[in-house]
């Protein structure tokens, strides 16, 4: 296995679009965590699954975000209506609960709004 | 519920020691420390679940206090591979999210 997988690595994208970025966790690990880190600061939690099931979304998360994981695979983090103040890098995060709850983490979607 | 770690910064010559910590107003279920180095992903330290467990590989290890709300994360005869940002990443139960502190950034120069 090859840890997780996020994708894209960097995308640039002008205000008021939308954008989607794919992450693959470990295959087998049921837990799969979205965060969001800027420079200088550690990373800020947005929403976690176990399986398929949304089990969490932060308070502070805007409406402009959702999150999916359908099947309990691999997941999709969406953001509608971008603003500056989205560019952040965009960090997932699988575990396999129980059995060995660390979580590993992909390399990033860098965004970067316009 | 956020932990809070400290000190906020540290700078080591080759060889010093240092100490980071984690502290939570309540009991933790779970402590989870990572390294992250500039333009790269969190990279996975350690984890401690027991109160009073200690834990640690090569020169890098963690305490859980007994009462499970500090963490502490010791670094000895730190290498210059050692310089990044340490977060200690906590859960307040099994059904909660992994939630992180604001980092300690590591400075080891030679």
């Known amino acids: 296995d090859t840890g997780v997988s996020q994708d894209p690595r960097h995308k640039i994208t002008k205000r008021g679009q939308n954008v989607t970025f794919r992450c693959d966790p470990i295959s087998e690990h049921n837990r799969l965590y979205w965060y969001r880190q800027t420079l200088g600061q550690g990373p800020e939690f947005l929403t976690y699954f176990q399986n398929e099931a949304q089990l969490e979304k932060s308070r502070l998360l805007s409406d402009r975000f959702s999150a999916e994981r359908p099947k309990g695979s691999f997941s999709t983090l969406e953001i509608q209506r971008t603003e500056q103040g989205d560019s952040a890098m965009y960090l997932c995060?699988?575990?396999?609960?129980?059995?060995?709850?660390?979580?590993?983490f992909g390399q990033g979607t860098r965004l970067t709004v316009v | 519920q956020q932990p809070v770690q400290s000190p906020q910064a540290v700078i080591l010559r080759e060889g010093e020691d240092a100490v980071i910590n984690c502290s939570s107003s309540?009991?933790?279920?779970?402590v989870h420390w990572y390294r992250q180095k500039h333009g790269e992903a969190p990279i996975f330290l350690m984890i401690l679940l027991k109160g009073g467990e200690q834990k640690g590989h090569d020169k890098i290890s963690a305490s859980f206090n007994e009462k499970k709300q500090q963490s502490s994360l010791y670094l000895t005869a730190s290498q210059l591979s050692y310089s990044g940002t340490y977060f200690c990443?906590?859960?307040?139960?099994?059904?909660?999210?992994?939630?992180f502190g604001k980092g300690t950034r590591l400075s080891v120069i030679a």
């Open positions: 309540k009991a933790l279920y779970s």
């Open positions: 990443g906590t859960e307040n139960s099994g059904n909660t999210p992994l939630v």
């Open positions: 995060a699988s575990s396999l609960r129980r059995e060995a709850p660390e979580a590993f």
